[in-house]
Nanobody, 121 residues
Framework: VQLQASGGGSVQAGGSLRLSCAAS????????MGWFRQAPGMEREFVAV????????SYADSAKGRFTISRDNAKNTVYLQMNSLKPEDTAVYYC???????????????WGQGTLVTVSS
């Protein structure tokens, strides 16, 4: 699976962005998809995960109520809708694919290149 993340940019606090992650390969619809982020000087952290069917989702506490992960298996794409953005959401956001439903980055086999989100106050 090859992953291409897009949709990052600069936004003011309180604004919204929608990240997309386009996947190539026939295994997308059977893959668990996750979003992670890494802020400068920080370790990569879990943001959200969605099951292969889209029927199950989980979020980091920091994302609950503000972010929504979704997927369109017909388009081989996973999304992360981010609302009410805060300066502390500033990071490079990565999409990743796994065969396991997990919040641990070590469980993910394939990673996109990352897209930068900058939130100004």
């Amino acid at each position: 699976v090859q992953l291409q993340a897009s949709g990052g940019g600069s936004v003011q606090a309180g604004g919204s962005l929608r990240l997309s992650c386009a996947a190539s390969g026939r295994t997308f619809s059977s893959s668990v998809m996750g979003w992670f982020r890494q802020a400068p000087g920080m370790e990569r952290e879990f943001v959200a995960v969605i099951s292969s069917s889209g029927g199950s989702t989980s979020y980091a506490d920091s994302a609950k109520g503000r972010f929504t992960i979704s997927r369109d298996n017909a388009k081989n794409t996973v999304y992360l809708q981010m609302n009410s953005l805060k300066p502390e959401d500033t990071a490079v956001y990565y999409c990743a694919a796994s065969s396991r439903y997990s919040i641990r980055s070590a469980q993910y086999d394939y990673w996109g290149q990352g897209t930068l989100v900058t939130v100004s106050s």
